[in-house]
């Protein structure tokens, strides 16, 4: 007797097949942000954090957060990334200070690199997190999502607005 | 000559040291989401999506999230996390879906796992995001935050609103 | 004085080169099983294992395994996998229950994914052993091997019998 | 509206909360094996394996294998252990050679390391294929099990027969 | 016929049991250096190497490394660090420039963290020669070695002269 | 109001996009040392280090080393390495014994190996300490440095003395 578990294509995860897809350039430009108190504000721009200078340590975590996507992420393809940046600006708006946090991720290959500029720009914000956390803990991370992708046969994506 | 490069307290990022703390039972609890368009709700929940099921995946993946914290966040402390957990709740507003997500992460450690619990629910949403990514590229990970802590000498931490 | 410790060819480890090999299509397909009681397969076949859906974490657990290939086996190139899948099927003998593993594998590369097909299959049982061993600790992950492998300049291999 | 995704404690993967329980001395011995063909067997003792002294490697790999089995394994619970070790010895039927392969692990912790000795074993094995391939495709890694645990509330398990 | 393959404890690598040692409080101080030209020396100091300001992000990828000690080194015992910081101070000679780099590792485990400070102190300096190898390949990584621990039955230990 | 964070082309780090460049067979080779009393050399060349076998775990260690660089230092690409070899001879002076390390990587791609190469090297001097210092916390890690590289535009790189 044999009894075959049925997962159909649906119902079943897999890392899907890129084998027949072409390489080409590719880049995607996702956006995340955190919203802080004016303590942490001033904190954060005089570099009075504890931890260290926030926005640096950030920086680097972004960056390793993106070469590490294939590893967080279980469907996610491996790719050999060939550039990877992020940009910060900060905006107030009554007594909230939001810092805008953007990742821009380029490779060449099979599928593009939207999970990538994400993850980039999540490691970032948690990084933040991480550091004023001592100061205060009702630090929100903003909403995170996708700006802008290039390459690949389903073409080009830009979102309308933020 | 020699030329001594200044750090100081502030300037200078490291991991804190918490040998003189206590190891304590901790708890922390965090809230993230996903807000998708009707589309890609109903094939979420009818099994639909070509990469798998979607929650299935995205539970494995915070809970490995969890574990990887201290290699992914640069100055977090290595903790033997003893529980991770993450639940998952829908709410429809007009045409549009919001999945919510929660974590929660348990250790007994010199130092809490807010952290942990903000990573498995950043994890969880952005493999969300990647399973479904193929259906619509405008899906928008929502606020993520800490909803509670316990545990540690600072005392416990409760959010008042999400 | 200069003293060589001498490691010939053939007593030395090292990644081989594969500088001068094509980039081909190759693909590799193998299996692994789990031998469990029949009160392992009727708690697995009705979702009452206490860590949660048995198969769907084996699966992630094994594409995340064919991913970690490289870092798990010494000698092993790192390879930019496009494809990984795993399928499922109970066979009955007696009151013995055999869960049959089949995974399998796709690159575009110099040398082939024979390990990454092995260690997706070891990864999936060993992750079944773990999700049911509070129910049994004797479980058996049964014989792991190569089933058929395409692509490359040594060509094809397929098993004649499993 | 707000729709209640429902995942029962049965259905629904997480790590098991182990908080309330003693950290113990607690041990695990694993076996797994290589059954190769005369020209392997001959090539592996007389160390002409093109990729190295293939019981070196796989020695290493398993112990370091054994160290990322949290990292592999998405249910377990990471531990500190305190001691891994690895034997093995060759047994020769007609004209098959298994190389037996075992493995000892150690702990002081609050769940058993059955996981790290299953998992050191098994990268053992895998990595023992990985570097005697080129030579021949068709060597099986045979039966993987458990053949004690000590430590732990639940008690000593010592599998009766191979 | 079995045929015993003999690795006696001498000959054989495993990760040393650690299972009786007590629990206490243990550092390591370890140091390494980078010898640059007038040049390298110039632009690091100026903030003008093009892959961003060196230090910050050497000061990160060693406190990283430190926390992947046990990944790296196969027989390392893992660890919970509780503490990693890194200081720097350039000596200059004639020249040339020498960037000294000092590690501190703070832990409380049944082993010491000399492993844990040098590879912290060793990932520093490698970080440092690949921000700067654009403007010279020539920089040399100057000895590493331990200076101090403290902590553990064998007692403390101090180098006498670096 | 919106105040911008600056970082400028110079003071932010980043992985530099390497887009454009083309992919070639590069190499590289580089060396490290490892300075031991009369006692380690007697006890390592005799097989007498109580973790095991010196080289072959170095040697392991050394190759796997390579293949985490990126995961190891921020700003490096990810690359798919082709080979990696790594060599030691022993220099006698006076009643110190210095053992030469030479690593060699290969890849094909669009930056060059120097960092896999420097990597393995300290990888590898960073194990024979670690299973030396039970004897001896006195060894030092020799200078590290690049001996050569080629392909690529800049062109090769020789060092003209060691």
Redesign the interface.
């Known amino acids: 007797?044999?009894?075959?578990?049925h997962?159909n294509?649906?119902?079943?995860?897999?890392?899907?097949?890129?084998?027949e897809k072409h390489e080409t350039?590719r880049t995607a430009h996702a956006a995340?942000s955190v919203i802080v108190s004016k303590e942490v504000y001033e904190k954060m721009?005089k570099?009075?954090?504890?931890?260290?200078?926030v926005?640096?340590?950030a920086?680097?975590?972004g960056?390793?957060?993106?070469?590490?996507t294939?590893?967080?992420?279980?469907?996610?393809?491996?790719?050999?990334?060939?550039?990877?940046?992020?940009?910060?600006?900060?905006?107030?708006r009554d007594d909230e200070y939001e810092?805008h946090i953007e990742s821009f991720v380029?490779?060449?290959?099979?599928t593009g690199v939207?999970?990538e500029a994400?993850?980039a720009a999540?490691?970032c914000?948690?990084?933040i997190?991480?550091?004023c956390?001592a100061i205060d803990?009702?630090?929100?991370?903003?909403?995170?999502?996708?700006m802008e992708?290039t390459g690949g046969k389903n073409g080009d994506?830009k979102?309308l607005k933020a």
Not at 1 to 5: A, D, G, H, V
Not at 63 to 68: H, L, P, T, V
């Open positions: 007797m044999s009894e075959f578990t997962f294509a649906e119902g079943k995860a897999r890392m899907v097949d890129i084998s350039a995340s721009t570099g009075e954090v504890k931890k260290g200078d926005l640096s340590v920086q680097v975590a960056i390793m957060g993106a070469k590490k294939a590893d967080i992420i279980p469907m996610c393809h491996p790719l050999s990334l060939t550039g990877v940046d992020l940009s910060f600006h900060w905006e107030e810092l380029k490779t060449k290959g099979s939207e999970m994400l993850t999540s490691v914000a948690l990084t997190y991480d550091m956390k803990k009702g630090i929100i991370i903003g909403p995170t999502y996708l992708k994506y979102r």
